[in-house]
Nanobody, 123 residues
């Protein structure tokens, strides 16, 4: 089992920045690929970013490319999502998820999910 806890969400003005953290406990986290997803009210869960087990390969949704950066520190069992130049449309609950397989943007194939952290961007 892997337990994931997101933190770092909050209220920020458009153009501002936030850094989300996804802290893992349980099994060896370094063996898992991690994705960030988000879900706005009334919308489906949307892929945001993905990182492989070593942190050497990343993948982003077009909507966040160039603004968001995913990274990980396996010594701290933590994955980060640095969000810059935030827009009102980035408002959502952000979730991190972990998978043994290379699943990237397919939510149903992830093994573990966190509870989410709210990000609200005011315009």
């Amino acid at each position: 089992q892997v337990q994931l806890v997101e933190s770092g969400g909050g209220l920020v003005q458009a153009g501002g920045s936030l850094r989300l953290s996804c802290a893992a406990s349980g099994r060896t986290f370094s063996g898992y690929r991690v994705g960030w997803f988000r879900q706005a009210p009334g919308k489906e869960r949307e892929f945001v970013a993905w990182i492989n087990w070593s942190g050497g390969i990343t993948y982003y949704a077009d909507s966040v490319k160039g603004r968001f950066t995913i990274s990980r520190d396996n010594a701290k069992n933590t994955v980060y999502l640095q969000m810059n130049s935030l827009k009102a449309e980035d408002t959502a609950v952000y979730y991190c998820a972990a998978a043994r397989a290379v699943v990237r943007d397919i939510p149903v194939r992830y093994d573990y999910w966190g509870q989410g952290t709210q990000v609200t961007v005011s315009s």
